[in-house]
């Protein structure tokens, strides 16, 4: 069924902070809950952009699947200079979490978006 997982989409320079429902097996059962919406500084696009010709591709995915449970942020930007899509689950990635950072300074009052730099290491092993 899943879970209201953080969700940061810049369209151009419009972005939109909200929890949307992070897996569902045919359609969404819950209902996406917009915490923010604003515009995003070219010089924060510019930033992103830094960060981004540090990697060779558009879509930063990690996943750690000994954890049975846990959190799941997305993030996608779609301007003219750049495409971009990070998801991250269980997982830490220091571009991800720069990139993050820059975001974050839009989000105001509600709660931040996080990448855990320890995150669980359930490898589904009982001792």
């Given at each position: 069924m899943g879970t209201l997982q953080p969700y940061f989409e810049i369209i151009d320079s419009v972005f939109v902070y909200s929890y949307k429902q992070n897996s569902a097996f045919e359609s969404s059962s819950l209902e996406t809950d917009t915490l923010q919406k604003g515009i995003i500084r070219k010089t924060s696009i510019d930033s992103i952009i830094d960060l981004v010709d540090e990697i060779e591709?558009?879509?930063?995915?990690?996943t750690n699947l000994g954890v049975d449970n846990g959190g799941l942020i997305t993030v996608s930007i779609r301007t003219k200079e750049i495409?971009?899509?990070?998801?991250?689950?269980?997982?830490?990635d220091t571009i991800?979490?720069?990139?993050?950072?820059?975001?974050?300074?839009?989000?105001?009052?509600?709660?931040?978006?996080?990448?855990?730099?320890?995150?669980?290491?359930?490898?589904?092993?009982?001792?």
């Amino acid at each position: 069924m899943g879970t209201l997982q953080p969700y940061f989409e810049i369209i151009d320079s419009v972005f939109v902070y909200s929890y949307k429902q992070n897996s569902a097996f045919e359609s969404s059962s819950l209902e996406t809950d917009t915490l923010q919406k604003g515009i995003i500084r070219k010089t924060s696009i510019d930033s992103i952009i830094d960060l981004v010709d540090e990697i060779e591709d558009s879509v930063i995915t990690k996943t750690n699947l000994g954890v049975d449970n846990g959190g799941l942020i997305t993030v996608s930007i779609r301007t003219k200079e750049i495409k971009l899509t990070i998801s991250m689950l269980n997982c830490y990635d220091t571009i991800a979490d720069r990139i993050i950072q820059v975001l974050n300074t839009y989000i105001s009052d509600k709660p931040k978006l996080i990448i855990d730099k320890n995150p669980p290491r359930d490898y589904g092993i009982d001792l």
